[in-house]
């Protein structure tokens, strides 16, 4: 039976772009588990299985159900030990905790105000309302307000990326010679960017764009099989 995750989306549904879904759908592919996405907007979250998570990431497994990706993670570990680990051990699922706390803490923030017209502008109309009101109440300002200056502030956000670039000139991948969760947990926040925006973020001769394009191309092309935002 195939794991049912509950993927983000807008109003196309084949260009899922949450970077949480993003890294539960390579975690399963890590794993080489059967797995099917159900496309679920912004106001569909609360009917999900029974309103069971107010946030997406949500897996079905069986009769085991599981939100939030860091503990999917967990679980998809814990429950096919058998699979390739996400992890490698306790110490690769710790430095994945760091991981996602820098990630979230250094890379999240910019690219959440950089694109967030262009999230706006991929919902459905009563998806947009939603996105709206909650935004606008979290940065206290009209929505088109938000990304202003983007452009000044870019040359800051890539440069926020030194500890990661340092890192990939020595090692093809965060989690060494192969990826691990804590690769994913970066990929899915760029591939959050890559699906949603035609922004630039990363400039082409980077090195943490070239370890994105390797990314990309991990499980048969998973993350490439969604266009780029044109």
Known sequence: MSIKLYDLVGKDHSRPFSPHCWKVQ?????KDLP?????????????????????????????????????IALYLERTYPDRPSLFGGSGGQAMARFIERWCVATVHPFIAQAALMDIHDCLLPVDQAHFRNSREARFNKPLEEVPLG??????GFRASLAPLRSLLADQPFIGGDTPLF????VFGTLQWARVISPYRFLAQDDAVNAWFERCLQLHEGLGAKVPAAA
């Open 26 to 30: 390579m975690a399963l592919a890590h």
């Open 35 to 71: 797995y099917e996405t159900i496309p679920t907007p912004f106001t569909a979250i609360p009917e999900i299985e029974a309103g069971t998570s107010k946030i997406i990431p949500v897996i079905r497994d069986g009769d085991t159900v599981v939100a939030d990706s860091f503990a």
């Open 150 to 155: 983007r452009d000044e502030k870019l040359e």
């Open 182 to 185: 804590c690769d994913y947990i």
